[in-house]
Nanobody, 114 residues
Framework: QVQLKESGGGLVQAGGSLRLSCAAS????????MGWYRQAPGKQRELVAA???????NYADFVKGRFTISRDNAKNTVYLQMNSLKPEDTAVYYC????????WGQGTQVTVSS
């Protein structure tokens, strides 16, 4: 049974940084594609960044150059380093197994104050 546990969210001022972590269990982590999604109040959930099992990365245009996704297969953990945060980055951030099937974690709140 897949379990994904996010950590690292919180309150930060605009221009600041946060690092999100997601620990996975119950999966063969090194062969799955992972990602981070976010959902702001009143908006649909959207893909922020993804990383394949071979560590190829992909980013939404609105975070390119500011966020970095990475993974540590020895720790079954995926990370999202978020720099130059903006108030519009405020959302619940969800870790996700993307492939072989989509599965989300519980989410962690990120709030960026202006």
């Amino acid at each position: 049974q897949v379990q994904l546990k996010e950590s690292g969210g919180g309150l930060v001022q605009a221009g600041g940084s946060l690092r999100l972590s997601c620990a996975a269990s119950g999966v063969a982590f090194r062969v799955i594609d992972m990602g981070w999604y976010r959902q702001a109040p009143g908006k649909q959930r959207e893909l922020v960044a993804a990383i394949t099992s071979s560590s190829t990365t992909n980013y939404a245009d609105f975070v390119k150059g500011r966020f970095t996704i990475s993974r540590d297969n020895a720790k079954n953990t995926v990370y999202l380093q978020m720099n130059s945060l903006k108030p519009e980055d405020t959302a619940v951030y969800y870790c996700a197994q993307i492939r072989p099937y989509l599965f989300w974690g519980q989410g962690t709140q990120v709030t960026v104050s202006s």
